[in-house]
Structures are given as C-alpha cells and as structure tokens.
C-alpha cells in the first residue's frame, strides 16, 4: 500500500470515528503505519523466506548470485552492519544476518562467557533473534522518520519536485530486515524439543534454522576435537520436527539447513538400527572402527555383517569409533540423505578453507541431488592468510617454480608481506567467494564470528590510546572524528537511538504543547555542519 493509500485509508477510519477521535490525524497514522510494517516475528519469517527462495534460485540460475551474511551477537550490531550496507551498496539484495551459537554461548548467557557446547540457554537463541529484528525496526522508522521530515519541509518550501521525488522514494523504501541463518545447534535435546524450540526461533522472526547432526548433550564446536555425531535417523527426525514446526506456524517455505560435522567427528555414540542389509543404519555402521571375532568376551557388543561377527572399537567414554579416513565418505552420506529427508541447504564444517576439498564432495553429492548447495562458514577458526600462501606455495612447487625465496614454515611472517606469492594469496582469498559459489555450489557465505573480533580489535585500539599519552585524542581522532568524516550514523547517537521518532510522537499526540528534546540546545546540532 502506497503513502496516499495509507493516508486515504486512515482518513476513512478517523472519519467513521470523528464525533469521538479528536486530533487523531490521518498522515501521522499512515506514517506510524509505515514505520511499523511488521507486526510480528511471523511476518518478517513469511517475507524473508520469500526472500531467500527466490535469492536460492537465482543462485541456481547463475551462481554469481551467490549471498553473504555476517554473524551478529547484538541488537545493535545486525542495526549498524545493515545501515551501513544500505549507505554503501543501496541495497540489501543478497546479505543477510547470521545468529551464531557460538558468540550466544560467549556473549549472552546468564552464566557468563561458555564455549560452544549447548550450554547456554536455549531461549536465548530466540531472543536474539526478535532483539536483531527489533533494531532492524527501529533502523526503518528512523530513516523513513526523516523522509518525512524532509517531506514536509519541501511542502512547506513550496518545491514540488523534491515532494513528489521523496513520495516515491517512500513508496519504494527497501526496509532493513532481512532473512536471519539462525543456529539451533543440535536442537537442544530430543526431536521435540528441537521442533518446540525451532517454534520460538519462527515466532521470533527466523525463516531459516541451521541445525547439525552431533549429539546434544556432547556438542562441540565446529572447529574443536571430540566431536560425535548421531546417526541418520536421528537427525532426519529433528530435520522433520524443524519442517513441522515451520509448516504448523504457516511458512511453508522456511528454510533448513543440515549441517554435517562428520568430517571431523570420528566418534558415534550409538550403532544404528538396522533393518536389513544396505539401509541407512547399515551405511552407517559399515563405517564403524571394527575387528572380527570368534570369541565374546564379557559385556562385549557385537555387529554382524556378512555372516561375520565383529567388534566395533568402544572407548573408555562408551563411544564408538569410526575408521579413519572415512571424514569425506561419512559427509557425502550425511549430505544426501538430508536432502533427500526435507533439507533445503546443506552445511560442511571443513577444517581448512580449500576450494578443491568442498568441491570433491559436493560433486559427489550433486550426482545424486543435482541442484545441491551449500551454506559455508568462512571461519575465523581459520588462518586464512597461512593457509592461502601455503596453498599457492605448493601450487608453484608443483609447477615447478624456483621458491628459494621461501620458507613454507615460516609463511606467516611479515615478511612475505607484498611479495608475489603474499600478492598472489590474498587474491586468492578476495575472489574465495566468487570462486567457491562457482565451483562448489556454495550459495551463502558467511562468517560466524566478526563483530566478535571487531569490537575486541577496536576496543582494544581505543583503550591503548585513551589511556595512553593521547588522552581525549585517542577517541575524538580515532573514533569521533572518523565517523564525521566517514558518514557513520551513530555519530549522532541521540538520533540512533530514536530521540527524533519520539519527538515527532509527542508532536502527534500534543501538538504544539509537545516537549521535544531536539531543539536549539541539543548538542546534537553540532554534527549538522
């Protein structure tokens, strides 16, 4: 619905109450209406799966089409990250935010920083979500605030031109919120309580939940030893609990993203029933760590396989063993079956980021599910400036090149920094998005923890100079001064924070009697220069 419709909408209703509405204006509603597009964390699920479906098959038409997001622990952060998206790029087409468990569990447990094991609590994963959609709100009625503000002084000045120019600048405004990835780990417990917890993340506003395939009560970080995973038809059910939940909240086209950390994981915690030879349970004991017997020692369990019997590896902890080697086989399972059990993306925590070892299993995995494709982490786990100079370093060796200028162990110094193999890596890493889209089916890049590393970096900036010699200069040069120069929003924060929303509240709801705080002697004016 257009500004005038909105307008026209609201005189309508007001008229029909006139004898008792006093003072309500029609334009002071259609703009509150505006401001306020979505009434519930349903809404923005409905419209932001939309979204990413049709963003999945422009992907699927052309992978240059390929999205990012950023991973976000507050509110305010996933605000500032889509402003500034907008003010650079005019446009939110293609970047997302990501809700990480990981920096829930560092950053926002009653408990007080924990490691990324299902620990924290798991209300809390909903509750950033509908925090990160409440900023995202707000973001829309402060810009849209002051298009109005700008409307009405152009009316005022009498300039037609502008008027009409900001009226479809209105009716066109691109809002801030966009799809979140949101990580529901391994679902919190059993299938019921994955699907009764996926509910509060779709009711917060979440159209897509990310969900892998370890078993809750062991769950490790992606990037960490001691992983175990579950077996198939355990995580298919919580694949189905997460699909239910979507399609009983009515958005049918919610996105799932089955996340496999069997490459990694070389333990199990259970043998999988199997009904009969070749089935899924017996796929995935056949890759058990085992030795045959002729003999049953006490409180042994036994598998049986071909008429043989034999002993799976079980460790102290009760855990079974995989054979080794078996990462990228196990991985290729995993990814297919989820696919073909109501997954919509797929996720491969990898240990290094190598374009080649994604997409050795990703083609494997197209032979079967052709339009397969991925969500990958492009994880500050990573080194990402070793791993890429070693990465060309044994290329060039291949290629037989004289690389006497280098040391392979030595590939982080500071030293190779510009040299033509330092040059050649960082292109690498600049164009691994572009490429890895390309060449192993990967749609969505993102990366879990930045702002995480952002502000411990900035603030540790910050703190070295303010408390050193450079006093008051430390903030004013290295913060204040560049966030005038650089356009940056919250260098009016009064503004940020919505002191001019509720400015031109009070002036609906009184009038000329309004008490607004943004006047001659507020500060904030000194910025307008």
């Excluded at 990324?116 to 009625?141: G, N």
């Excluded at 152009?154 to 009716?171: M, S």
């Excluded at 355990?234 to 009983?248: G, S």
């Excluded at 030879?277 to 995935?284: R, V």
Aim: a negative charge.
């Amino acid at each position: 619905m257009t500004y005038s419709q909105n307008i026209t909408e609201a005189r309508q209703t007001i008229g029909e109450n006139q004898q008792t509405w006093n003072g309500i204006d029609a334009e002071s509603v259609a703009r509150m209406r505006l401001q306020n597009r979505f009434q519930t964390g349903l809404d923005i699920a409905r419209y932001t799966a939309k979204i990413m479906r049709a963003d999945m098959a422009a992907y699927d038409l052309d992978p240059a089409n390929y999205t990012q997001s950023l991973g976000c622990w507050h509110g305010f952060i996933g605000q500032q990250k889509m402003i500034s998206i907008k003010k650079h790029f005019g446009t939110t087409k293609g970047r997302y935010l990501y809700l990480s468990g990981w920096m829930v569990a560092a950053l926002r447990s009653e408990f007080g920083p924990l490691p990324d094991q299902s620990m924290h609590e798991k209300t809390s994963v909903p509750a950033l979500i509908e925090e990160l959609y409440t900023f995202l709100r707000q973001a829309d009625a402060r810009e849209l605030g002051m298009m109005f503000r700008q409307l009405d002084a152009a009316k005022e000045a009498g300039d037609a031109v502008t008027t009409h120019r900001l009226l479809h600048k209105i009716d066109e405004y691109q809002t801030h919120v966009v799809p979140i990835v949101a990580d529901i780990d391994a679902g919190f417990g059993n299938a019921e309580a994955t699907y009764l917890l996926a509910k509060k993340f779709i009711e917060a506003g979440a159209c897509c939940i990310q969900i892998e395939n370890q078993v809750s009560d062991e769950k490790q970080c992606g990037h960490q030893d001691g992983k175990v995973t579950v077996p198939h038809e355990d995580f298919i059910a919580k694949i189905r609990a997460v699909r239910y939940a979507f399609m009983e909240l009515g958005v049918d086209d919610g996105v799932i993203v089955a996340r496999t950390d069997s490459l990694g994981a070389g333990l199990t915690k259970q043998i999988a029933f199997t009904r009969e030879a070749g089935d899924i349970g017996d796929q995935y004991n056949a890759f058990l760590d085992c030795e045959e017997v002729t003999t049953v020692g006490h409180g042994e369990v036994l598998i049986s396989r071909d008429g043989k019997l034999l002993r799976p590896k079980r460790l102290p902890s009760n855990l079974y063993q995989f054979r080794s080697g078996t990462g990228e086989d196990r991985c290729v399972l995993d990814c297919i079956t989820s696919l073909q059990s109501g997954a919509d993306l797929l996720w491969i925590e990898t240990e290094k980021p190598h374009i080649e070892q994604i997409a050795g299993m990703v083609d494997r995995i197209r032979e079967v599910v052709p339009n397969a494709k991925l969500v990958y982490n492009n994880s500050p786990s990573f080194n990402w400036t070793l791993n890429f100079r070693q990465q060309v370093f044994d290329a060039w060796t291949a290629e037989g090149r004289d690389m006497a200028a280098y040391d392979r162990a030595k590939l982080m110094s500071i030293d190779y920094d510009g040299t033509d193999l330092g040059n050649e890596a960082d292109e690498r890493i600049r164009t691994f998005q572009r490429d890895a889209a390309a060449r192993a089916g990967i749609f969505h890049h993102l990366i879990t923890l930045p702002t995480y590393h952002t502000a411990a970096l900035s603030t540790d900036n910050l703190a070295k100079e303010y408390f050193g010699d450079a006093g008051m200069l430390g903030y004013v040069k290295g913060v204040q001064r560049e966030e005038i120069r650089q356009g940056i929003a919250c260098v009016k924060h009064q503004n940020m924070s919505g002191s001019d929303i509720g400015d031109d509240h009070k002036e609906y709801f009184a009038g000329e009697a309004a008490l607004k705080a943004g006047g001659a002697a507020n500060t904030m004016n000194q910025f307008a220069a």
